[in-house]
């Protein structure tokens, strides 16, 4: 390989890794939450905080008897637009459960990073089951929606039936999220097929 290609493709590599880096690292802070007296005393450890493999993504998404619509977020406590629209999902969580929304977070973060994800689902006042992604990073994807880059954050809207109906990548805010997840909401209950 000549010198000028390899040299190129360095460059390209650098662009690259700067560009997926940048796309996680804003410079504004996330905005500051009001928690509840509920979500100030829960404790990281009492979470349930569990693994989920591209085999069981799926499984996770369909186990939500009852639901109308299940919204995925696949975040990461490092990446800022994560951070950011965080606070916007478990609003429209609380919100929107009694029409049937069920919300799932699945945490991107690296083994060593779970005890910051879980310290930081606390500060939010996640109080339903969690989970961190464990596996190849490509089967997950495809496993959620093969379009899906693997940008964080990745959000998902399936329906009853854990049809994919939306998704995108970047953060939201919770007008956006609202927009996306009403239409799903109001889809007319399937028969079931068992």
Same mark, same amino acid.
């Given at each position: 390989?000549?010198?000028? @290609?390899?040299?190129?493709? &360095? *460059?390209?590599? $650098? =662009?690259? @890794?700067?560009?997926? $880096?940048?796309?996680? =690292?804003?410079?504004?802070?996330?905005?500051?939450?009001?928690?509840?007296?509920? =979500?100030?005393?829960?404790?990281?450890?009492?979470?349930?905080?569990?693994?989920?493999?591209?085999?069981? #993504? &799926?499984?996770? #998404?369909?186990?939500?008897?009852?639901?109308?619509?299940?919204? *995925?977020?696949?975040?990461?406590? +490092?990446?800022?637009?994560?951070?950011? %629209?965080? /606070? %916007? $999902?478990?609003?429209?969580?609380?919100?929107?459960?009694?029409?049937? !929304?069920?919300?799932?977070? *699945?945490?991107?973060?690296?083994?060593?990073?779970?005890?910051?994800? &879980?310290?930081? !689902?606390?500060?939010?006042?996640?109080? +339903?089951?969690?989970?961190?992604?464990?596996?190849?990073?490509?089967?997950? $994807?495809?496993?959620?929606?093969?379009?899906?880059?693997? =940008? !964080?954050?990745?959000?998902? *809207?399936?329906?009853?039936?854990?049809?994919?109906?939306?998704?995108?990548?970047?953060?939201?805010?919770?007008?956006?999220? %609202?927009?996306?997840?009403?239409?799903? @909401?109001? !889809?007319?209950? @399937? /028969?079931?097929?068992?």
């Amino acid at each position: 390989m000549s010198r000028r @290609l390899s040299l190129a493709l &360095r *460059v390209l590599a $650098i =662009a690259f @890794l700067g560009f997926t $880096i940048g796309a996680c =690292a804003e410079k504004k802070d996330p905005p500051a939450v009001a928690q509840s007296e509920d =979500a100030a005393a829960l404790d990281p450890a009492a979470l349930k905080f569990a693994a989920v493999s591209p085999d069981s #993504i &799926r499984r996770v #998404i369909s186990a939500n008897a009852g639901a109308k619509g299940t919204l *995925v977020n696949v975040w990461a406590s +490092w990446c800022q637009p994560c951070r950011y %629209e965080f /606070p %916007e $999902i478990v609003k429209l969580a609380r919100a929107y459960e009694a029409q049937g !929304l069920h919300v799932v977070f *699945v945490s991107a973060d690296f083994t060593e990073d779970l005890p910051n994800a &879980r310290n930081f !689902l606390a500060e939010q006042g996640v109080d +339903w089951p969690t989970y961190y992604k464990t596996g190849d990073d490509q089967a997950f $994807i495809n496993a959620l929606d093969p379009k899906w880059s693997g =940008a !964080l954050p990745g959000t998902f *809207v399936f329906d009853a039936h854990g049809v994919l109906r939306d998704s995108w990548e970047g953060k939201a805010t919770y007008a956006a999220f %609202e927009k996306r997840v009403r239409p799903v @909401l109001s !889809l007319p209950a @399937l /028969p079931d097929s068992t």
